[in-house]
Nanobody
Framework: QVQLVESGGGLVQPGGSLRLSCRAS????????MGWFRQAPGKERELVAT???????YRADSVKGRFTISRDNAQSTVYLQMDSLKPEDTALYYC????????????WGQGTQVTVSS
């Protein structure tokens, strides 16, 4: 079992930055791949970025060059650095954990709201 708690969301102006954090507890963090997802009102949840247990990363085309995912295994934390934010980035952001070697994200946080508006 893994428990995930996100933080760092808020209201920011277009062009601004935020850093989301997701702290994990309950199991060996370094054995899990981690992902950030988001869901805007009226839209389906979408994958934003992932990082494997070995540090390999993936980012959706919509956030490449603006968002960076990283992890600190000693702190059992995954981060999402978001720069050059746009109004279309407004969404509820979730982190999720997937045991390496499996295909499904089984553990989810409660989400943190990001609103980009002037």
């Amino acid at each position: 079992q893994v428990q995930l708690v996100e933080s760092g969301g808020g209201l920011v102006q277009p062009g601004g930055s935020l850093r989301l954090s997701c702290r994990a507890s309950g199991s060996r963090f370094s054995s899990y791949a981690m992902g950030w997802f988001r869901q805007a009102p009226g839209k389906e949840r979408e994958l934003v970025a992932t990082i494997s247990s070995g540090g390999f990363t993936y980012r959706a085309d919509s956030v490449k060059g603006r968002f960076t995912i990283s992890r600190d295994n000693a702190q059992s934390t995954v981060y999402l650095q978001m720069d050059s934010l746009k109004p279309e980035d407004t969404a509820l952001y979730y982190c999720a954990a997937r045991l390496e070697g499996t295909s499904q994200y089984d553990y989810w946080g409660q989400g943190t709201q990001v609103t980009v508006s002037s």
